[in-house]
Nanobody, 119 residues
């Protein structure tokens, strides 16, 4: 089992920056990848960025060049640095951790943190 706790959301003006943090606890040694997803009102949850245990990253096209995902030295923390924020970035942001086993894949989610970007 893995528990995830996010922090760092809030209200910011367009063009501003925020940094989200996610701390994992429990079976963190099994985590293969961590990432951030977001869900805006009336829309489906979408991938924002993901980082593998090996350090490979992947971003949604809409955030490339503006957002940066990174993992802490202890590998049980993931950050999302968000720059040049736009009103369309407004959403609840969720931290995600994935554990890949031989026969199963397990997804774990945080409780979400609200990011609101005003125009």
């Amino acid at each position: 089992q893995v528990q995830l706790v996010e922090s760092g959301g809030g209200l910011v003006q367009a063009g501003g920056s925020l940094r989200l943090s996610c701390a994992a606890s429990g079976s963190t040694f099994e985590i293969n990848a961590m990432g951030w997803y977001r869900q805006a009102p009336g829309k489906q949850r979408e991938l924002v960025a993901v980082v593998s245990s090996g350090g490979s990253t992947n971003y949604a096209d809409s955030v490339k060049g503006r957002f940066t995902i990174s993992r802490g030295n202890a590998k049980n923390t993931v950050y999302l640095q968000m720059n040049s924020l736009k009103p369309e970035d407004t959403a609840v942001y969720y931290c995600n951790a994935v554990i890949l086993r031989i026969l199963t894949t397990s997804d774990y989610w945080g409780q979400g943190t609200q990011v609101t970007v005003s125009s």
